[in-house]
C-alpha cells in the first residue's frame, strides 16, 4: 500500500491520464478506431531520447559539462545566469524534464557549498522557466513540440521561425530576472572532479545523434529505434531501466482520452467553436487546468491552426504548477530539499510564472 501510494504522489499526472482515459472508454467502448490513436512515431522518438539520455546521465556526462561552466564564474549573480542558460540550452537538447532533472541538483550543489541556500527558490524556479520555455525552439525539446512537429508534419524551418520570437523573449526575460533577483556576491566553488570515459561519452552521441534524425524524419522510426535498443541491452541495459515509462504512459492514456473526446459529437461542436476564436488563448488557457502535453493532444483534434496550437501549448508551459509536467518535477525537487517551505515556494513560483505568462501572451496576441 505505501509502495502504491508513493508512486502515485511521484506520477501523479500518469495515475489522472489513465483515469481520464478509463472513464472516456465508458462512453466511447474500446473497437479497432483505438489504434488509430496511437502516434507510435512520438512514442518512439520520446522513448529513444529519453533512453539516449539516461545513459549519458548515468555517466554524469551532463553533470560533469555543467560543472566545468560554473567552474568559470564567480559571482552569485553570473553563476545563477550560467545555471540558469545551461537549464535552458540543455532543455533544447534534452527536453525540459530531462534538463530539470540533471541540472537542479546542480544548481542546489552550488548554493549549498557557497551557503547561499537564501537564492534557492529563486533560482530553481527561474530553472523551471528555463527548461519550460527553452525547450520551446526545437521540436524534441518540449514532449509536446514532438508530437505537434510530428503530427501536422511541420517544416523544422517553420517550426523554428513560429517559435524564435516567444524563445529570444524569454531570454530577455529570464536575464533580466537574473541581473535583479541575484546580487553579485561572491562565492568560492569547490568543484569535485568527474572523469569521463570518453569512447563512451563518443558511442552515446552517435545514439543521440540518431534519436534525433529519427524526429526530423532522416530515417525511419523504427530503425532508430531499434538500433538505439540493441546497442544499449549491450552497452548499458540500466540505462533503458531508468527512462521515465509513466511519461510515455501518459502520452498513452492521453491518446486514448483526446481519441474518445474527438468522437464525443458535443465536445467537438464545443472544443471546435472555442479554437475557432482563439486557438492561441484557448491552449493556453487549457494549459493551466490541464497541462501542457494532454492540452496539446487534446486541442490537435479540433483545429489545423498548428501555429497557435504550437505557441500556446508551449507559452501556457508556464503559470500554473499544473501547466508543466516540468514544474511538478521542481516543485519535488525543492520541497524534498526544503521540507515545510512548500506555500512560501509556491507564491513565489506563482509570481515568477504569471509575470511570463502575461507577457509573452500580449506580445503573441499582438504580432499574431
Known sequence: MKATLEFIKKNTVFVIAVIAAAVTMFIVPPDKEYLGYFDFKVLSCLFA????????????????????????????????????YITFIGSMFIANDMALIT???????????????KYMAVLFILQNIAANLGGMLTPFGNPQNL???????IPTGEFIHIMLLPFVLSVMIITLCCVIFFKNERLSITIEENPLDHKRVALYMV?????????????????????????????????????????????????????????????RVLFAALLEKSTLLFSILSCQVISNVPSAILLSQFTDNYRELLLGVNIGGVGTLISSLASLITFREYTKRNPGKWFKYLLIFSAFNFVFLIILTLVMMIVK
Open 207 to 267: 545514439l543521440f545523434a540518431i534519436s534525433v534524425i529519427m524526429v526530423f524524419r532522416v530515417i525511419p522510426y523504427y530503425v532508430g529505434l531499434i538500433i538505439i535498443t540493441a546497442v544499449l541491452l549491450v552497452e548499458n541495459p540500466k540505462a533503458l531501466k531508468k527512462v521515465d515509462y509513466p511519461l510515455l504512459g501518459t502520452f498513452a492514456a492521453f491518446f486514448v482520452f483526446s481519441g474518445n473526446m474527438a468522437r464525443i459529437e458535443s465536445v
Open 49 to 84: 531520447v529519453l533512453a539516449v539520455v539516461c545513459a549519458l546521465r548515468s555517466m554524469r556526462f551532463f553533470y560533469s559539462t555543467a560543472q566545468k561552466i560554473v567552474r568559470k564564474f564567480d559571482t552569485a549573480r553570473k553563476c545563477a545566469i550560467a545555471l540558469v
Open 103 to 117: 541540472f537542479l541538483p546542480l544548481g542546489y550543489y552550488v548554493l549549498k557549498t557557497t551557503n547561499m541556500q
Open 147 to 153: 508530437y505537434l512537429y510530428t503530427k501536422f508534419h
